[in-house]
Nanobody, 126 residues
Framework: QLQLVESGGGLVQPGGSLRLSCAASGFTLAYYAIGWFRQAPGKEREGVSCINRIDSSTDYADSVKGRFTISRDNAKNTVYLQMDSLKPEDTAIYYC???????????????????WGQGTQVTVSS
């Protein structure tokens, strides 16, 4: 099983920014499509953004388009999620996940991912 570790969560005021990191341990993250997901209290986990492993093409949920940016730094074996203009409804636990190496493309579907991190809490509140 691949080990993924999220970090960078915290408490931020509405309109603020955070950058989440998803670091890989024991494997090369560049070989995998990576997704970010979130789960708010009482709600189902949902896809936020993902990045392709071949050309780093990306996809975003409509709710975060124009505010969040996913990127990868293969030298640091890390994928980032830059979150700007944060809203209270962005409050959730954020998870990163890796798809099987059989698939190069990224999807925002939970069932497409095999390995998950433990999550990092993001709270947007004044």
């Amino acid at each position: 099983q691949l080990q993924l570790v999220e970090s960078g969560g915290g408490l931020v005021q509405p309109g603020g920014s955070l950058r989440l990191s998803c670091a890989a341990s024991g494997f090369t993250l560049a070989y995998y499509a990576i997704g970010w997901f979130r789960q708010a209290p009482g709600k189902e986990r949902e896809g936020v953004s993902c990045i392709n492993r071949i050309d780093s093409s990306t996809d975003y949920a409509d709710s975060v388009k124009g505010r969040f940016t996913i990127s990868r730094d293969n030298a640091k074996n890390t994928v980032y999620l830059q979150m700007d203009s944060l809203k209270p409804e962005d409050t959730a636990i954020y998870y990163c996940a890796a798809r099987s190496m059989l698939f190069s493309g990224c999807l925002l579907s939970l069932s497409s991912y095999n390995d998950w991190g433990q999550g990092t809490q993001v709270t947007v509140s004044s």
